[in-house]
């Protein structure tokens, strides 16, 4: 009968099947570094130094960092491929505590899975990703060891609890600027997506680089580009009626995905030499990627740091925006 630490295996496996995978800004084509291995070839590294010397090993640096990027989406895939490469580490064992204690295999290793995400949630801020791994697996084998001699439930947990994939953030903040039109207090939500994208239109083209923006627009009303937004996050019924529902798009689509440290250390203002001695003590406001020498930061991470609401708007909505900004609209 599968257990928690097969579910998990099969998830990931059926996530990444036999394609590359990169570990360092999560997208083989945007990635500096050309060679990726699949994923069983990445699993394997992972393990291996995992065991050996996961604190000085790079690889696993930048899966914990893939991780917390990840999460910051509210998207569990890179947190299961953590779990699914220290899982090994916890099958034997697991396997010699039930049977020296005599109690139920699948309930130590809902335990021992509990406890590991515990650890990675308690380990956010203020632990180097190098340290967090460790922690993991120290804190699974303690608990594995005291359910065994508590022989009893102690630590219940549904086994596909920890599977359940986050619902995306709701996207219900507005840009905070100025708008043409007032949305404060707009209840219904198909006028308050209209506002959210005619404001960002007016943003835009006062900041002017609305030319740009449009030639995206293009690229999406063509076909030639598609938004990254889920289909289940889209308008209501009643504008899908009326607005394509394939042309809505994050307003972070505008921007690269990453930036390099620098820039990033000046939009938060700080010197990059601070940015750097941050990173190494895991005290880095949010999750930094690392690509070979040197280090790629989320725009996505950037700007919920920064406290900048990444919206959903319709192309229709930010043209006509930008029409009302340079008083072409009647």
Not at 29 to 54: L, N
Not at 208 to 229: K, L, M, N
Request: glycine share 6%; hydrophobic share 40%; proline share 5%.
């Amino acid at each position: 009968m599968a257990d928690v630490f097969d579910q998990i295996e099969w998830n990931v496996r059926k996530i990444f099947g036999g394609e590359p995978v990169c570990v360092h800004v999560g997208n083989t084509r945007e990635c500096d570094i050309k060679r990726h291995p699949t994923y069983t070839k990445f699993r394997a590294e992972a393990i291996r130094v995992g065991v050996q010397s996961a604190p000085s090993s790079r690889l696993w640096e930048s899966l914990i960092t893939m991780g917390r990027l990840s999460d910051l989406d509210g998207d569990c895939t890179w947190r299961l491929v953590i779990l699914d490469c220290i899982i090994p580490s916890f099958r034997s064992l697991s396997a010699r505590v039930s049977r020296d204690f005599r109690v139920d295999r699948e309930e130590i290793r809902s335990a021992m899975v509990t406890t590991a995400l515990e650890v990675w949630a308690d380990t956010t801020m203020g632990v180097a990703p190098r340290h967090v791994r460790d922690r993991m697996v120290k804190a699974a084998f303690d608990v594995a060891f005291r359910h065994g001699k508590a022989t009893s439930s102690e630590y219940p947990m549904d086994d596909t609890g920890v599977l359940s994939w986050p619902e995306l953030p709701a996207q219900s903040s507005t840009l905070k600027a100025s708008s043409i039109i007032d949305a404060n207090d707009i209840r219904d939500a198909d006028v308050a997506e209209q506002i959210r994208g005619e404001r960002a239109g007016a943003l835009l083209q006062r900041w002017g680089c609305f030319d740009a923006v449009r030639s995206f627009h293009d690229e999406i009303r063509t076909g030639r580009r598609s938004g990254s937004v889920n289909q289940a996050v889209k308008s209501s019924r009643l504008r899908s009626l009326i607005s394509n529902p394939n042309h809505y798009y994050y307003l972070s689509d505008l921007y690269p995905r990453h930036i390099g440290l620098p820039e990033a250390a000046g939009v938060i203002g700080i010197a990059e030499s601070a940015a750097h001695r941050l990173i190494r003590a895991g005290q880095f406001p949010f999750p930094v990627a690392r690509a070979g020498r040197s280090y790629k930061v989320s725009v996505r991470a950037l700007m919920h740091f920064k406290d900048i609401p990444d919206v959903i708007v319709h192309v229709d909505d930010v043209e006509n925006g930008a029409l009302h900004a340079r008083g072409t609209v009647p």
